[in-house]
């Protein structure tokens, strides 16, 4: 069995992938928790992740789909990083390969968070180890030019869209991960990214030969989705949109389905009405890794109408549309936890009482 | 949600408002709905995408509590495209939904330790193993088609075909247990007269209990529906000269079997039988049916076919009782005799004359050990000859009379007494227990076990019983003067079952193993040879021989290998209790807990140190029994004035001793220890954690402890949902 593990950090993304053989991959990890405010309900991302991990120090792959806040917060706090001593040493979490966009390197004008790991996955590229980067425009050969390194002895840490991910595979991880984006294209002014955003990913688990499918959207918008679907079905790569849990992009936006916001329910462009409807699968399970759901109308995600969309799916697959802040409750959301098995994903419902009281630790008793 | 609860008369179900409206943690369920016993909910079960049965992620049920709680809660589902083709479930129960078969023990058990959490989980796992298709497993016996009823129907061995004759019948409370046999039997004379009709439908694929008919009507249509043509045949019975002759003095009984398979391809595996009784005579269902005409004449009765037979509307006005229909066993055992030494008098009663009763029963009164009371309020079916002291020609009696009656065909003195009642429900002048020297439970129930342990008024009580595998043997018994009670000593004992490592194994077989007999849901019983019971069931007449001869408590498990036929005794250690009552509330504390707590305190110092607590509840009394103090779990903290008990490894440790225990032990609360200046009293801080529990543990339904180990006394505090908490201190005195 292996577990997905999607965290209760409102409008932000960390997901924790924990194989059945103990290999650890984490995409994104954004502790948004205020510790100052003891309404807020979002969970404490590093002690959650530090129980994940127990007595391990070091998670194979760390993914960081974008640079935004919402995707890398206190990252720098939490994670050994090579590039700096000062960011070493201590109970931090060491990183055995990090996987980034190509812009999460040639991108400039960043600042904080994302400096800091620019900063790390440059120094990790120029090194030669320990990364792997996603997509190869022309400016990424240029940045290893202008650093004299020949960029053909860069090849093996790249991936283009459409190709296997090399640190995982089916035979001895019974996982594989198919990046879809960012994808180039070629032009006649050279190879450019279409779109300069995020990675989006396709996990294929296999377990008793039950494959489970799991699609990580990252913050992409429709028309980079559009673009993802229209060169998977040219190169007739169909089944590798086929998802069983679906993370939906960007919160709940509705930027993600189409232009326009629809006045109850978002109605998304064609392409992406064919990955929700038909490429979903059977009882498939919905993530919205967000805030609740307003009920009225608002400009941050997640917005309403979007949400009524997939939850025509979700109802119309007979599967479940899940939004991380309010799982289990909106009152008292936790970790939602995703077990992967022979017959498929399942969502992990532990009541509490008596087995909460014994799995955690008591408070402070004494004779002061 | 709207709310009316308070007018519930059941406490369990205002324990499930509390807990689904007060859970700490999300309780994967949603009240809907209270309506005095009845609640509506949404269940959300845990579910893989792959479904055997398409349960959904939220199922609306309704349950349905007894005023009173004195049987098991309905539980409807709401969904109105519920899938019907479930096993375990019964169609059409009426307007209110399907109704789910979720509970498979006797409720007057099941109650004992059925919080609200329990039975909110409960449903969510029967829904998830419904789905994933692990509620009905191959192996088990197929599902009888129609629910049990109130008469009885001994049929032969064999395929069930006719003719059948009627050879005994007995009737007890308005109930009759009748037995047909191929061939007439001469000592049969004198037996009402029924009137037998028989047909068999075609094979039926096995699925849902099909609702039981209560008219012909219904019988009919259902018969239609499964491809038979009963009516056409019942017709001509009917008006048969056989059947003419005697109509008027003759009662109809209708039998119709039904051979069964797995798959539409498949061979029949069994067959099951219907029975129905119309009302009346033979002559009047023929009126009734318009078919015959009954004349009389002085005094003189003739029955005839009508000439002109008037088609009848509505067959659903005729209405049929439905009798519960067993099959015996092939005639194939043989008793095993075997001698035990004859040992002095004592007046004792057997409560269960079932494998256990009747085999210890009749060995220890071959002894001579005294007179026999037997009170148990079953009858003997054919299957139990494999393993119960009754012979074939038993079947259809009361056990407790064929007990008595074969213990006094033993001897001259004919003095061992039958009550056929359920003890829980006697008047207590009436069981005559307090009358006896000891009272031995054969009856493996926990209801009795605490019966016996509150009733004041008996001299001793012991309880016989097996593991659930077969292969062990327990005896627990009270010494003489009642110092250490039953339930005490059976709350010890889950505790040396969860912790003795020659013990490994013991309770581990509870609820599997079972095979079904009957037509209920909840007809089980095990499969078990018969010298194995005729081995453990000689060694506990032995021992109870010399239970009557001594006044001391016994405490003893007997293993046996089935493989070797080795048998290994092991003494269990039992302590003294230090007992606290409230109004509502009674715990009694190990004084053995007290030690492990002194020890560990001892060991600490000058840290504090503590831990949880472990124990046996009911909820039905309100007994809390804390058996055990474990100590800390390794990333507690430790300081000399304060202890934060940690938790890691200890989920497993408390669910490996509630699986050791089929279930019975439980984490019950936490104690820590206060140092040599500090008297074991709450500390702010203490009542901080006590308030943690509340939080946690109150909306769940169960009991929750705080023990505070000082130097010379040990301080408790017990808390239980509507209940009134209890504090105490005990002393150390006596412990160290």
């Not at chain 2, 009663?349 to 050990?369: H, Q």
């Not at chain 2, 004992?493 to 095979?515: E, M, Q, S, V």
């Amino acid at each position: 069995m292996h577990i997905v593990r999607f965290f209760n950090i409102g409008n932000a993304d960390s997901c924790l992938i924990e194989l059945e053989n103990g290999r650890l991959a984490l995409f994104d990890f954004a502790d948004m928790r205020n510790k100052d405010d003891a309404s807020d309900k979002r969970c404490d991302l590093e002690k959650e992740l530090r129980e994940c991990l127990g007595d391990d120090k070091e998670i194979d792959v760390v993914a960081f789909t974008h640079l935004d806040t919402d995707h890398c917060n206190r990252a720098k706090d939490v994670f050994h990083l090579e590039h700096a001593a000062k960011y070493q040493g201590g109970d931090r979490i060491k990183i055995k390969t990090m996987w980034v966009p190509a812009t999460a390197i040639l991108e400039e004008g960043v600042e904080g968070q994302a400096r800091t790991l620019r900063a790390e996955a440059r120094h990790r590229f120029i090194e030669g180890k320990g990364i792997r980067v996603f997509s190869r425009p022309d400016a990424l050969d240029q940045f290893l030019r202008d650093r004299d390194i020949e960029p053909s002895k860069r090849r093996n840490l790249i991936s283009d869209a459409g190709t296997l991910c090399p640190e995982f595979n089916l035979a001895s991880d019974s996982v594989e991960f198919f990046a879809h984006s960012p994808f180039a294209e070629h032009t006649d002014n050279g190879v450019i990214v279409r779109n300069a955003s995020a990675l989006f990913v396709q996990a294929t688990f296999e377990v008793q030969g039950r494959a489970t499918k799991l699609i990580l959207s990252a913050d992409v918008d429709h028309e980079t989705i559009d673009g993802i679907v229209r060169v998977t079905r040219y190169h007739k790569n169909d089944t590798r949109l086929e998802w069983d849990i679906n993370n939906v992009p960007h919160h709940s936006s509705y930027t993600s389905l189409a232009e326009e916001k629809g006045a109850e329910e978002t109605d998304p462009v064609d392409r992406l009405r064919w990955l929700y409807e038909t490429q979903g699968r059977t009882a498939g399970i919905l993530v919205s890794t967000s805030d609740p759901i307003p009920s009225e109308d608002t400009t941050q995600p997640p917005h309403r109408q979007a949400v009524n969309y997939y939850k025509r799916v979700a109802r119309d697959l007979g599967g479940q549309f899940i939004v991380t802040m309010e799982h289990p409750s909106k009152t008292s959301p936790k970790p939602l936890v995703i077990e992967i098995g022979g017959t498929g994903a399942k969502v992990r419902k532990a009541a509490g009482g008596t087995p909460a009281v014994i799995a955690a630790p008591a408070p402070r008793a004494g004779s002061l | 949600m709207t709310a009316g609860v308070s007018e519930a008369s059941s406490k369990l179900a205002q324990a499930v408002v509390g807990y689904l409206t007060r859970s700490v943690d999300h309780p994967f369920a949603t009240l809907i709905k209270a309506d005095g016993c009845e609640l509506d909910i949404e269940i959300e079960p845990e579910l893989a995408q792959d479904r055997v049965v398409p349960i959904q992620p939220v199922e609306p049920l309704r349950l349905v509590f007894s005023p009173g709680d004195v049987a098991s809660p309905l539980v409807l589902s709401l969904r109105a495209d519920f899938p019907v083709g479930l096993v375990h479930t019964v169609r059409d129960r009426g307007a209110d939904g399907l109704s789910l078969c979720v509970w498979e023990e006797a409720w007057q058990d099941l109650s004992r330790t059925l919080t609200a959490q329990v039975l909110i989980e409960r449903l969510r796992d029967w829904l998830s193993r419904t789905a994933s298709g692990l509620l009905h497993q191959d192996e088990q016996g197929l599902e009888p088609l129609i629910p049990g009823t109130a008469h009885t129907l001994i049929v032969p061995a064999g395929e069930p075909v006719g003719p059948w004759h009627l050879v005994g019948a007995v009737e007890h409370e308005e109930r009759w247990t009748i037995c047909l046999d191929t061939h007439q039997r001469s000592d049969s004379e004198g037996l009402p007269r029924f009137a037998l009709f028989s047909t068999v439908l075609p094979s039926q694929v096995h699925g849902a209990l099909h609702a039981r008919p209560y008219d012909l009507g219904g019988l009919l249509k259902l018969s239609d529906e499964l491809g038979g043509n009963l009516f056409t045949e019942m017709r001509q019975w009917i008006v048969a000269p056989e059947q003419l002759a005697h109509a008027a003095d003759h009662y109809p009984l209708l039998l119709v079997s039904v051979p069964k398979r797995r798959t539409a391809e498949g061979p029949d595996e069994a067959v099951e039988v219907w029975a129905y009784q119309p009302v009346g005579t033979l002559a009047d269902f023929g009126e009734c049916l318009g078919l015959t005409i009954t004349h009389r004449d002085n005094g003189k009765v003739f029955t005839g076919q009508a000439m002109l037979p008037r088609l009848v509307k509505d067959l659903s006005t005729i209405e049929l009782q439905g009798w519960r229909v067993v099959q015996r066993l092939d005639r194939s055992t043989a008793r095993a005799h075997s001698a035990v030494p004859e040992r002095a008098d004592a007046q004792l009663v057997a409560i269960g004359a079932g494998a256990i009763g009747s085999n210890v029963v009749m060995n220890t009164a071959r002894t001579g050990i005294g007179a026999w009371a037997i009170i148990d309020d079953d009858v003997v079916l054919p299957h139990n000859t494999v393993r119960q002291s009754y012979g074939d020609a038993w079947v259809g009696a009361p056990k407790a009379h064929a007990l008595a009656d074969q213990v006094n065909h033993l001897f001259v003195e004919a003095d061992a007494t039958a009550t056929r009642a359920d003890v829980l429900r006697m008047e207590p002048h009436a069981d005559k227990l307090a009358l006896a020297d000891l009272v031995v439970d054969f009856s493996a129930s926990p209801a009795v076990v605490a019966h016996l342990s509150d009733r004041q008024d008996i001299k001793r009580a012991a309880s016989i019983f097996f593991s659930p595998d077969g292969a062990d043997l327990v005896i627990l018994a009270e010494d003489a003067r009642r110092t250490t009670r039953l339930d005490e000593i059976e709350a010890q004992y889950f505790l040396a079952t969860a912790t003795a490592p020659g013990l490994a194994g013991h309770l581990d077989a509870a609820r599997i193993d079972r095979i079904r007999y009957a037509n209920a849901c909840q007809d089980l019983t095990r499969p078990l040879p018969p010298w194995q019971v005729q081995t453990l069931c000689g060694i506990a007449a032995g021992q109870l021989v010399s239970l009557v001869g001594s006044t001391a408590l016994t405490a003893v498990i007997w293993r046996l290998d089935p493989d070797s036929g080795g048998i290994v005794p092991i003494a269990l250690p039992i302590s003294p209790v230090h007992r606290h009552t409230s109004v509502d509330l009674r715990i009694a504390v190990s004084k053995s807990v007290l030690t492990m707590m002194a020890d560990l305190r001892a060991a600490a110092a000058p840290n504090e140190t503590g831990g949880v607590l472990v124990g046996t509840f009911d909820i039905i009394r309100g007994t809390v029994n804390i058996v055990a103090a474990l100590p800390a779990p390794p990333d507690s903290r430790q300081a000399p004035t304060y202890f934060v008990r940690g938790a890691r490894n200890l989920r497993p440790i408390i669910e490996g001793m509630a699986a050791k225990t089929a279930g019975r032990l439980h984490y019950v609360g936490e104690w820590h220890s206060h140092p040599v200046h500090a008297a074991a009293r709450p500390s702010r801080d203490d009542e901080t954690v006590f308030a943690y529990l509340s939080r946690h543990l109150d909306p769940t339904d169960v009991p929750y402890a705080m023990m505070i180990c000082g130097e010379r006394e040990t301080w408790l505090r017990v808390a239980w949902q509507g209940r009134v908490s209890l504090e105490g201190t005990m002393s150390h005195t006596n412990e160290q």
